[in-house]
């Protein structure tokens, strides 16, 4: 277990953590909490060849936020000062009905880390900026390697440092040490007037090695350059309703904004989902189960706590086909009387805490993925996707295609270019008719964007077939 | 701390970058004060209200270049930023045409544009304003039963930036805004529709009245109620402003200087050529007064300006910093934007196009049946080829008329065909944000649904 990270690390006492959210806890306020979070972020970049930007960010700062019923009270300040954490507890306190009356807060008691999902040695997370440039040299020089008609490749490696401290008004201090890191590839490949892209990437709470590991870099080189290849030769899609089979992995984001979203608790607390009202129905085949586990080691999405303290676990949302749970943090878990699952999360501390999704997957079913491909006379096939969006109250979602396939009597045959595909959250699971046995995660690149909020997040899925969901192409 | 106290720091930061041993260095300093309201059901869902700073800084050692930020602005952190910066600058490679602009471009007057109101509004105050706009939604029609809240945002800050050329430039600027999202539910079948209105001004005084934006909301969350799926098939589609603003959007990033010579651009090489039908017009103004993408000089301290971007269907520029120029040959356009911490890239100032003369009524009265565009979703632009394919929403046209709402829809082609086959172009330009247009219609494209 790593050892706690102590308050001191920002200049600030146990003492004067405990005052502030005394002073916060005001009557009415039923839970406050602060977040202090310091964030290393690096990245460096290459074009043309040559590794030509570098660049870093430090931050570090407090949230300071209370809630009463439904209310929230939050401000944050980058001075770490008693003074600023007074200024910070009056302006949270604010929503109270009554600045007067009192309940006193314990002293908070610092608690051991429970877990270590991303034991890696802290004093390697440094590698020194040459090492990171000579790894973005090497696929620059793969993906040229691969075929001369790639142009222009695009890489960047990213990674993040992030120390917090939570202490909250029922008396908890804790603590996590959160690296991220993702390398991003980016291809063009150009044959006469033909230009395409093709885009790699992966990542995770890994170590630099991870990158390097039985040449990993060169693999996501190889599979950006290849992406991009194929794309030379792609057809237009086509457009109309048919049936889909999907590949595994990161195609999960079709779970994300289908129906993840749509179980985050603050929008079935009011009652503005699609899925609001419908726990104990079927929402899904009964080939399918569908959890958010946010305790897999390494994983981009994966954290040891949330970001008011709670352990990270393991949510079925979907178990064969039907509605099991939402997923929460401490406001909604207790305005609607449901288990608390520790999704509670928030980007950084100038941002407030929504109910958010860790790794979102599909469990396997039993079907052959070579069974499901011949199952279908005319559709398509998806191996990747870029981004995806949903309207969370009429609960319509889209996600793109970014290699797609024609599956003509139930063979792979033509690439086919990229087209966004459009369905209806509630029913689109209901659709899925085959499950493969072959569950994939993805590679660590997914960021999910909600209220503004970015955040890390991962996603899974065997190959599916759905029966029927509208591809949105321009060829009849 | 004071205009005169960040130009201050700046200037002891870029004698240490000296020091260190950067040939050439730039500094961002800016700071402000947020403010933030949620209401919904007519309580106060969520207050925040912070002060925040950050500092940015670029060197350049030789050809080699690196950039930072932090919030800490004590000496110390500060020290160790500045050496930080130039160990990271040696450890890249030499890039030929990095560098400032040149000592003699930088911006020499600096206008006010009229960004900032010093107008300071209690909390009571703003809360009452998304009350406002919230209760009006819910006043509107009976079928608003739901919300995901208003919110009111005010919020001011300066900017400082400031090189080694000798430059210190500074603004203030500020916002205010207030946007409202009711949700609508049709009695006989539940089904929900959401949909908002929001206006952002830089003068508290210029808002239009929390009511007027409540009822609006609500017009536009009831009209889509019993929306239905339509048959795939090809017909014209009307863009309303908003969506029409998406699409001029793409043509933007498509224009801009990095996409372009990293060869990532559906616009290469198509300077002089025509790229648009001849309707289209369009300018990217940096000095238009109290405009919501206005600035005196942009993020390399160069002065902004009024560039014609296309002018009737020609391209006529790129939008471009001083790197991205070099890059493609060409001068800045005064179009770098610049978040602190980060190298400059290119963004618009006030980007709109020039409006028509015919009104959405009339648009849609020449149209027996198609499609009228008012919410699109997802990321499916593809920047490289222009392939375009989104989720849509919004009305069927039958003979001139919006008959009905439609949803789960696509719509797909390819933008350098779209913006050629744009053949009317609305009256109705109002500037709401940034990027702004007038409702414009493309003859055909691919809808699919059933």
């Known amino acids: 277990m790593p050892e706690p990270v102590q308050l001191t690390t920002f200049g600030v006492t146990e003492i004067e953590a405990q005052q502030a959210l005394d002073r916060v806890k005001v009557r009415d306020v039923e839970y406050a909490d602060l977040y202090f979070e310091s964030r290393t972020s690096e990245s460096v970049s290459m074009e043309e060849g040559i590794v030509k930007r570098a660049a870093k960010s430090v931050s570090q700062g407090v949230g300071v936020r209370a809630t009463a019923g439904e209310k929230t009270g939050f401000a944050y300040s980058d001075e770490l000062t008693k003074r600023d954490l007074e200024i910070a507890a009056d302006t949270a306190r604010y929503i109270a009905n009554s600045p007067k009356g009192h309940s006193t807060v314990p002293v908070p008691t610092q608690q051991r880390p429970t877990r270590d999902l991303y034991p890696i040695e802290r004093a390697k997370a440094e590698v020194a900026t040459a090492e990171r440039v000579a790894l973005l040299n090497e696929i620059d020089a793969e993906a040229r390697r691969y075929d001369p008609r790639i142009k222009n490749v695009m890489a960047s490696f990213n990674t993040e440092y992030k120390v917090v401290v939570v202490a909250t008004s029922d008396g908890t201090l804790v603590s996590d040490i959160q690296p991220l890191s993702r390398l991003q590839i980016t291809c063009i490949a150009e044959d006469r007037d033909n230009r395409q892209v093709g885009s790699f990437g992966g990542g995770g709470r890994v170590a630099f090695a991870y990158y390097r590991e039985d040449g990993r870099h060169l693999r996501y080189a190889r599979e950006a350059a290849r992406e991009a290849i194929l794309n030379l030769s792609a057809v237009d899609a086509p457009a109309g309703v048919m049936p889909v089979v999907l590949a595994g992995g990161w195609p999960g984001i079709l779970l994300h904004e289908a129906i993840g979203h749509g179980l985050e608790a603050d929008f079935n607390r009011k009652k503005t989902s699609a899925f609001s009202s419908l726990i104990g129905k079927r929402v899904a085949s009964d080939v399918c189960t569908i959890v958010d586990d946010g305790t897999l080691p390494f994983r981009r999405g994966s954290l040891n706590m949330d970001d008011e303290g709670t352990p990270t676990g393991c949510t079925t949302l979907i178990e064969k086909g039907i509605l099991r749970g939402y997923i929460t943090d401490k406001l909604n878990a207790r305005l609607m009387g449901i288990p608390l699952t520790g999704n509670g999360r928030r980007e950084n501390y100038q941002s407030v805490v929504l109910p958010r999704m860790t790794n979102t997957f599909m469990l396997a079913g039993d079907s052959d993925p070579q069974d499901i491909i011949r199952s279908v006379k005319k559709g398509l096939y998806a191996v990747s996707f870029g981004g995806g969006q949903v309207d969370i109250t009429n609960g319509k979602f889209v996600f793109s295609a970014s290699e797609a396939y024609l599956i003509e009597d139930g063979q792979i045959t033509k690439p086919v270019k990229g087209a966004t595909l459009i369905g209806n959250g509630p029913e689109i699971l209901t659709k899925v008719s085959m499950v493969g046995h072959d569950l994939k995660l993805d590679n660590g690149i997914g960021t999910c964007g909600k209220d503004g909020q970015s955040v890390p997040v991962g996603v899974g899925l065997p190959t599916i077939k759905v029966d029927e969901i509208t591809v949105g192409g321009t060829q009849r | ?450």
Request: charged share 25%.
């Open chain 2, 1 to 450: 701390m004071t205009a005169n106290g960040y130009a201050q720091l700046a200037a002891d930061v870029l004698a240490q970058a000296k020091t260190c041993g950067a040939t050439e260095a730039d500094i961002v300093v800016a700071d402000g004060e947020t403010f933030s309201v949620q209401v919904r059901v007519g309580m106060v869902d969520r207050l925040t209200k912070a002060r925040e700073k950050r500092l940015g800084l670029r060197v350049f050692i030789g050809k080699r270049s690196a950039t930072t930020s932090t919030s800490d602005f004590s000496r110390a952190s500060l020290d160790r930023l500045v050496a930080d910066t130039c160990t990271l600058a040696g450890a890249v490679v030499e890039d030929d045409v990095s560098g400032l602009p040149d000592a003699g471009h930088m911006a020499t007057e600096q206008p006010d544009l009229d960004l900032y109101d010093d107008t300071v509004l209690d909390t009571d105050t703003q809360i009452d304003w998304a009350k406002r706009g919230e209760a009006a939604a819910f006043a509107a029609d009976s079928r608003v039963t739901n919300s995901e809240g208003a919110e009111f945002d005010s919020s001011s800050g300066r900017v400082v930036l400031a090189n080694s050329h000798g430059f210190v430039g500074s603004y203030k600027s500020s916002n205010f805004s207030l946007s409202v999202s009711p949700i609508a539910t049709e009695s006989s079948t539940g089904g929900m529709q959401r949909d908002a209105w929001y206006q952002v001004q830089r003068k508290f005084a210029r808002l239009a009245s929390a009511e007027s934006i409540g009822q609006e909301a609500a017009r536009r969350a009831i009209r889509r109620l019993g929306a239905r799926k339509v048959a795939t098939k090809r017909v014209p589609v009307v863009f309303d402003q908003e969506t029409a603003g998406s699409l001029l959007a793409n043509l933007c990033g498509a224009v801009s200087g990095y996409g372009l010579y990293k060869r990532a651009s559906f616009l290469l090489d198509q300077l002089g050529q025509t790229v648009a039908s001849d309707l289209i017009t369009i300018y990217d103004d940096g000095r238009m007064v109290g405009g919501l993408g206005s600035r005196p000089f942009d993020g390399e301290g160069l002065a902004t300006r009024k560039n014609t971007i296309v002018e009737r269907g020609v391209l006529k520029s790129y939008l471009l910093d001083t790197y991205s120029g070099k890059k493609l040959g060409l001068p800045s356009t005064g179009n770098a934007s610049r978040s602190v911490g980060e190298s400059p890239s290119v963004g618009p100032t006030n980007f709109y196009l020039v409006p028509g003369v015919k009104s959405q009524q009339e648009i849609v009265g020449s149209i027996k049946e198609g499609l009228f565009v008012t919410e699109l979703i997802g990321f499916g632009i593809n920047m490289v080829t222009g392939d375009y394919s989104r989720g849509a929403c919004g009305f069927w046209i039958e003979n001139g008329e919006l008959a009905y709402p439609v949803e789960e829809i696509t719509i797909a082609g390819n933008l350098k065909h779209m913006l050629k086959d744009i053949d009317v172009i609305g009256n109705d330009l109002v500037f709401r944000g940034r990027i702004a247009s007038p409702t414009v219609k493309i003859a055909e494209m691919m809808v699919a649904g059933n």
